[in-house]
């Protein structure tokens, strides 16, 4: 499995962003898919999950509420919408495929090449 991010860039406190990542292969549509982030000094940290089907998500806890999960199974693709955002989310966000979870968090298997998001206050 392949996987492209993009929709990364520079945005004020409070703005919002799409990210999206591609996902290629061909048996890219099993998969579960998730972000991930890693801040400037910080461990990666997990940001969101969901189904093979979409019907279930997961968040982290410090984003619950203003990111939203979602992917379209036609075009293989997993979108990260990033609202309210503040400096604290500032970070190289990835996209990640894995067929597990462990306590409804996904167990990545293939990383995508990360997107930089950084939000100036």
């Known amino acids: 499995v392949q996987l492209q991010a993009s929709g990364g860039g520079l945005v004020q406190a409070g703005g919002s962003l799409r990210l999206s990542c591609a996902a290629s292969?061909?048996?890219?549509?099993?998969?579960?898919l998730g972000w991930f982030r890693q801040a400037p000094g910080k461990e990666r940290e997990f940001v969101a999950d969901?189904?093979?089907?979409?019907?279930?998500?997961y968040y982290a806890d410090s984003v619950k509420g203003r990111f939203t999960i979602s992917r379209d199974n036609a075009k293989n693709t997993v979108y990260l919408q990033l609202n309210s955002l503040n400096a604290e989310d500032t970070a190289v966000y990835y996209c990640?495929?894995?067929?597990?979870?462990?306590?409804?968090?996904?167990?990545?298997?293939?990383w995508g090449q990360g997107t930089l998001v950084t939000v100036s206050s």
């Open positions: 990640a495929a894995g067929r597990g979870f462990y306590n409804e968090r996904l167990i990545p298997e293939y």
């Open positions: 292969g061909r048996t890219s549509s099993w998969y579960q």
């Open positions: 969901i189904s093979r089907g979409g019907d279930s998500t």
